[in-house]
T-cell receptor, first 118, second 106 residues
Framework: EVQLVESGGVVVQPGGSLRLSCAAS????????IHWVRQVPGKGLEWVSL????????FYADSVKGRFTISRDNGKTSVYLQMNSLKTEDSALYYC???????????GGQGTMVTVSS | DIQMTQSPASLSASVGDGVTITCRAS??????LSWYQQKPGEAPKLLIY???SLQIGVPSKFTGSGSGTDFTLTISSLQPEDFATYYC?????????FGQGTRVEI
């Protein structure tokens, strides 16, 4: 069974830093691109970042570029999102998702909540 | 960035009805178009990928169609569990963008 479990979401002050983790299991982790997607409660979905199988390719949404860094550890079947210089508008539920056929997001976790507030 | 525009933003329907949601891309996304269902308090769930391919375990009442820039999701014979918000998404070009969502309510 494919599982992705996010963790690390907390309340943090503006300007602060946070690292989210995503632990994956149930599939050949090394073969897949992993993404982070976020959602403000009650609002729509926003793609945040992706990392390819060997970490040679990463992309970021303009809204987080230069502040967030995605990484992965294939030995630990985990993906991370280092979030720096956090803004109130970064407050959201962050989902870790696996890319499948036609680059669709075929499996994801239940999300971890990040709240940026003073 | 490719903009994805869904319509309508919300719709009301009854159990047993069929509904159609449309999604328009600001430029061609080839066949890299997916649909997701999200219920309150739950993570989004993939329904359809590659315009019209049904994700494993998704009932055939969900049908996707379209090409290039114009796509539709059709749901036949609505059941109580189908009342949710539906999103389209393009994965043709980074940043992968979503439509704003269509809320299907009773």
């Amino acid at each position: 069974e494919v599982q992705l479990v996010e963790s690390g979401g907390v309340v943090v002050q503006p300007g602060g830093s946070l690292r989210l983790s995503c632990a994956a299991s149930g599939f050949n982790f090394n073969d897949y691109i992993i993404h982070w997607v976020r959602q403000v409660p009650g609002k729509g979905l926003e793609w945040v970042s992706l990392i390819n199988w060997d970490s040679s390719t990463t992309f970021y949404a303009d809204s987080v570029k230069g502040r967030f860094t995605i990484s992965r550890d294939n030995g630990k079947t985990s993906v991370y999102l280092q979030m720096n210089s956090l803004k109130t508008e970064d407050s959201a539920l962050y989902y870790c998702v696996k890319e499948g056929s036609y680059s669709a997001f075929d499996f994801g976790g239940q999300g971890t909540m990040v709240t940026v507030s003073s | 960035d490719i903009q994805m525009t869904q319509s309508p933003a919300s719709l009301s329907a009854s159990v047993g009805d069929g509904v159609t949601i449309t999604c328009r891309a600001s430029q061609s996304v080839s066949t890299y178009l997916s649909w997701y269902q999200q219920k309150p308090g739950e993570a989004p769930k993939l329904l359809i990928y590659g315009v019209s391919s049904l994700q494993i375990g998704v009932p055939s009442k969900f049908t996707g169609s379209g090409s290039g820039t114009d796509f539709t999701l059709t749901i036949s014979s609505l059941q109580p569990e189908d009342f949710a918000t539906y999103y389209c998404q393009q994965s043709y070009r980074v940043p992968y963008t979503f439509g704003q969502g269509t809320r299907v309510e009773i």
